[in-house]
């Protein structure tokens, strides 16, 4: 090449045209090392986005699967099987109270009838203000509600009659003994709770335990981008060692590292709700076989014409024969009733993942831009 | 690869992605914005026939209902408006509680569209002007409906068994036409040492409304048309004489010969459906049935000694209830069940629509099973038996005069007492006056302008 070529170079000074040509000129050479950091810069910090959105997803999904079943469903479902078994207790007191020949049973089978009664409303009146279940889960326990409200006036005319001397207003009496009897046990109030509780609470309590977002499948969707993360990560070490000489890039070990922790800690969370609702589940379970009744025989009618009566009614099944249920103890019932309920209210944790995750992802994203920044500066030390 | 083709290939590609996920939510159900509830007093299989009326009310619009059935659908429904959240559609039988939630502005009025725009018109006369009624007294939507007549029974008539009447011998002569010629019929069958009458009163929550249709069957017939009117607006006595005399004529027939099986007791006790149970027991039980038209199902589901089930026309018939002296013929009780509205939405109007329409009227009355019958005379439905066509003929006569049940058009508190009273007459005739006296006072509070649960005080006429 010629001085004077070569002076046109180093001499004379570039006209904007002429320097706007070498811009071009030098972007049109894009190097494969600048692609290469490019490439790793946004791989990373996508992976990062994208691990760290599918856990929250994941996550939260299961915090609030495990908070309804939890906190609502299961509250629901034991407070409707403790008013279907204080009722049923309720109306066999009641018809004892009424038929009995000991006055002074019929006093304390009175008193339990009128407690039973006060606490299955009570149950009825928490179950709806749980609100674990549907709409029409809703409407059954405004029917049980509504069905409850007749059942209670037909007992206490029943009450008036029966205080009667007069024989015929006392066969009135025990017509409304027999109607109110019939109204809580055959398609009636239990009918009504039945279905809440073991269709419609029952059957999304067990759709919730069994929910796919707390299987092992549902931790694939954030696990396995994490997998293709930290393959990144690991090409990323290797590709920077050899390309700019250094053994380790130390915030994107970092990186590594913190995505390790987050992946532990999101599979010990999802493991330990799971966990959880299992036991809210059996101790549903448990608390429901608690509440079932074993049916036992009136004492005998002997001269007790209104016990032949019922007992003739039961065995031709034209009544619900609630009468027949034995009385447990309802001091143990409904303090294990208690105990199940505040157990399950405690079960909802989500032990910081609402914080936790999006911290965890903003220092991923820092991370990993500024491992790959450092490096793209020192390329571009060496391009100019 | 060209951008611009590229861009617009994506663009395409996305559009189809799009229209293929609306596609099927577009077909599903236009102007569906939301599952319906409909609430009613149907269980079991009433629940199950309407079922397949609202199966194809969803195959033919896509909207979704559901049905929730309620012994106490009274109550409930009070205590839903109360709450403000009441159901899409009600299902209500009484008159006047469709009146009183029409003057509450809890009933919605709503028009019927398209082929169902002259559904009512459709109706006999006497079902139209009984139809008219059904609105507020205040009447701010006087070209709109609130309530449309889903179905009807027939409550002035009589049941019994051919074959077993047949064994009466020279005591059955055919039906009774008269009230004395019924007065006879039951002194003979007492006479044979047999129950002339199935009594069966539980109904809980409501027992005791079996008596009072028999009350107001009786009163009807017994003093006419004008009287039966003023007894329900309350403008006739509990206490007067024609009142009276209804409740001590239907003691005397009931108590005819011997008392029923059972007796009394026994009564109070039987729920209103099991009464076929003993007319279809052999030995036969009791001879005659008083019952609306919707007792035929419960028939049709009782078992017979050799295992059948009853027969409409071989196992069990009917006659109209008899006549008394002056009494101008086909004058009839009558109860229906109305379809309201509650909730504005299209898809609750599509509903109502759909229930005027022939479709809908034909699907329960044209079950075997069913009992229930449709007052639109050009949906014709096909009542499978001649007893469901007899009944549907005394249903849609154009020249009968309807009376709806008095008690369905009473002040729910007044019909509460009404049932109450029934219970108390039957176990101690003797306080008769005593009863009467006291519904008269439930009747002037439930009828008081003042009373602020008097939310407007109709007025009822048969229809005619």
């Known amino acids: 090449m010629s001085v004077g070529a070569l002076s046109w170079v180093r001499q004379a000074p570039l006209s904007s045209a002429d320097w706007w040509r070498r811009r071009v000129m030098l972007a049109g050479r894009i190097s494969t090392t600048r692609v290469v950091l490019a490439r790793l810069r946004w791989a990373m910090i996508g992976g990062a986005v994208l691990v760290v959105g599918l856990a929250a997803i994941v996550s939260g999904q299961a915090t609030s699967t495990v908070t309804a079943a939890s906190g609502r469903t299961a509250a629901t479902l034991m407070e409707v099987s403790a008013a279907r078994q204080d009722l049923t207790e309720a109306d066999a007191l009641m018809v004892r109270s009424l038929v009995a020949d000991s006055p002074a049973q019929a006093v304390d089978d009175d008193t339990a009838y009128r407690l039973q009664l006060a606490l299955a409303s009570a149950s009825l009146q928490q179950a709806g203000e749980s609100n674990g279940v549907g709409a029409e889960a809703s409407q059954d326990l405004q029917q049980a509600q509504a069905q409850l409200i007749v059942y209670s006036g037909l007992v206490e005319q029943a009450y008036i009659y029966f205080a009667s001397t007069d024989p015929d207003t006392q066969r009135l009496g025990f017509a409304d003994l027999v109607y109110a009897s019939k109204l809580m046990h055959s398609s009636g109030i239990l009918a009504a709770l039945d279905d809440l509780r073991d269709r419609q609470a029952q059957g999304q309590l067990d759709t919730q335990v069994s929910s796919g977002w707390l299987r092992p499948g549902a931790a694939l969707l954030w696990a396995l981008p994490a997998a293709a993360l930290l393959a990144v990560l690991g090409f990323a070490q290797v590709y920077l060692r050899r390309r700019f000489r250094r053994a380790v890039n130390w915030p994107l070990a970092a990186m590594t590292a913190l995505l390790v922790a987050l992946c532990g800690y999101l599979g010990v969370v999802t493991a330990i709700e799971g966990a959880r609702l299992s036991t809210v589940d059996d101790r549903v379970a448990a608390v429901r076989a608690d509440h079932a009744v074993t049916p036992q025989a009136l004492p005998p009618a002997g001269a007790n014409a209104d016990v032949a009566t019922l007992d003739a009614m039961c065995q031709q099944q034209t009544v619900g024969c609630g009468w027949s249920h034995a009385v447990t103890d309802l001091a143990t019932t409904n303090g294990d009733t208690a105990r199940a309920a505040a157990s399950a209210q405690a079960a909802p944790q989500d032990f910081g993942a609402v914080w936790a995750i999006p911290l965890a992802g903003a220092l991923l994203v820092l991370l990993g831009w500024w491992g790959i920044q450092l490096r793209i500066r020192e390329y571009r030390y060496e391009a100019t | ?464």
């Open chain 2, 1 to 464: 690869m060209i951008p611009g083709k590229s861009i617009a290939g994506r663009l395409v590609f996305a559009l189809l992605l799009v229209a293929c996920g609306l596609g099927p939510v577009a077909c599903a159900g236009v102007g569906c914005d939301r599952s319906l509830t409909v609430i009613g007093n149907w269980s079991d299989g009433e629940a199950a026939a309407f079922g397949q009326v609202l199966a194809a009310f969803e195959a033919q619009t896509g909207c979704v209902a559901n049905y929730h059935g309620s012994q106490s659908l009274d109550q409930e429904l009070r205590s839903d408006v109360q709450a403000s959240n009441p159901p899409d559609v009600a299902i209500v039988s009484r008159p006047s509680d469709v009146v009183y939630y029409a003057d509450s502005g809890a009933l919605q009025p709503f028009t019927l569209t398209g082929a169902q725009s002259d559904a009512i018109r459709r109706y006999p006369v006497p079902w139209q002007a009984l139809e008219s009624q059904l609105r507020p007294q205040h009447d701010a939507h006087p070209g709109a409906l609130y309530a449309i007549v889903f179905k009807a029974d027939l409550k002035s008539a009589v049941w019994y068994d051919p074959l077993v009447m047949a064994h009466l011998g020279a005591a059955w002569t055919g039906p009774p036409a008269t009230w004395a010629e019924l007065g006879a019929l039951s002194a003979a069958i007492g006479a044979t040492g047999g129950t002339p009458w199935c009594l069966g009163m539980e109904a809980t929550p409501n027992s005791g409304w079996p008596g009072t249709d028999w009350i107001e069957d009786i009163l009807l017939h017994q003093s006419g048309v004008s009287a039966y009117q003023d007894w329900v607006n309350g403008t006739l006595p509990w206490s007067s004489p024609a009142v009276r005399q209804a409740w001590t004529t239907w003691r005397s027939i009931i108590m005819a010969g011997q008392p029923t099986q059972g007796g009394v007791p026994a009564a109070l006790l039987t729920n209103v459906n099991d009464t076929g149970k003993s007319l279809f027991a052999r030995p036969v039980g009791c001879y005659l049935d008083h019952k609306a038209s919707f007792i035929m199902s419960d028939y049709r589901a009782d078992t017979l000694p050799d295992g059948r089930h009853p027969a409409p026309l071989a196992d069990y018939r009917f006659f109209p209830f008899p006549t008394f002296p002056g009494e101008p013929g086909n004058v009839s009780e009558v109860s229906a069940d109305f379809a309201t509205l509650f909730r504005q939405s299209s898809a609750a109007t599509k509903l109502l629509n759909f229930l005027a329409s022939d479709q809908a009227q034909g699907i329960w009355p044209g079950l075997p099973a069913g009992s229930a019958f449709s007052v639109d005379t050009t949906a014709g439905p096909h009542y499978s038996d001649p007893v469901k066509q007899q009944v549907a003929a005394r249903l849609t006569r154009p020249d009968a005069t309807l009376c709806f049940d008095g008690s369905d058009q009473m002040p729910i508190a007044l019909s509460t007492a009404f049932n109450e009273a029934v219970l108390r007459f039957l176990i101690d005739p003797n306080r008769l006056d005593e009863l009467l006296a006291q519904l008269d006072q439930v009747s002037r509070t439930a009828h008081d302008p003042n009373n602020p649960n008097n939310v407007g005080d109709p007025t009822f006429h048969c229809g005619h």
